[in-house]
């Protein structure tokens, strides 16, 4: 990460091996955030926070959602109904349980960070739900 008051992205990421990974996040962010797993329901330390803010990948620091765009969906993760920006995140197929989903990625270093969802009946501005692991994240509060 930069050492600036603001900071950024870590670039270049893209040819860590799992070992450097490892190296650099603990055990449970590293299958999260490398392996596609999930976090236990509302455990999470953002699951049910108001604080105002930006959220950032935890592997590389991206900005990703901004604390406006988080809502209570009581489905026991933090909810967003909008990325930051579209370009910041990836979405792919996901039917790895036997069922379609949509798995978001963080568009820089590639990390999971959970799943968008629609057509749930949320009153939001959009009709999803980015149910994201909050150990994919990091607050960092506004000033």
């Known amino acids: 990460m930069t050492s ?9 990421l893209s040819n860590l091996t799992d070992e450097q990974w490892r190296e650099r996040l603990t055990p449970a962010e ?3 955030l490398r392996k596609a ?31 406006d765009q988080k809502f209570d969906s009581h489905c026991g993760w933090p909810s967003f ?12 197929a996901d039917d790895s349980l036997g069922m379609r989903r949509v798995e978001v990625l963080c568009a820089n270093c590639g990390s999971h960070l959970g799943h968008v969802f629609s057509g749930e009946g949320y009153d ?6 980015y149910c994201i692991n909050s150990i994919s994240l990091t607050l960092e509060p506004a000033e």
Do not use: H, M, W
């Open 30 to 32: 590293f299958k999260v």
């Open 4 to 12: 600036d008051s603001q900071p950024g992205p870590v670039d270049d």
């Open 124 to 129: 939001t501005p959009t009709d999803l739900r």
């Open 81 to 92: 109904f909008s990325p930051l920006a579209g370009d910041r995140i990836i979405e792919r």
């Open 37 to 67: 797993g999930t976090e236990a329901p509302f455990v999470g330390e953002y699951t049910d926070t108001k604080t105002t803010g930006i959220y950032r990948c935890r592997a590389c620091n991206t900005e990703l959602f901004r604390s």
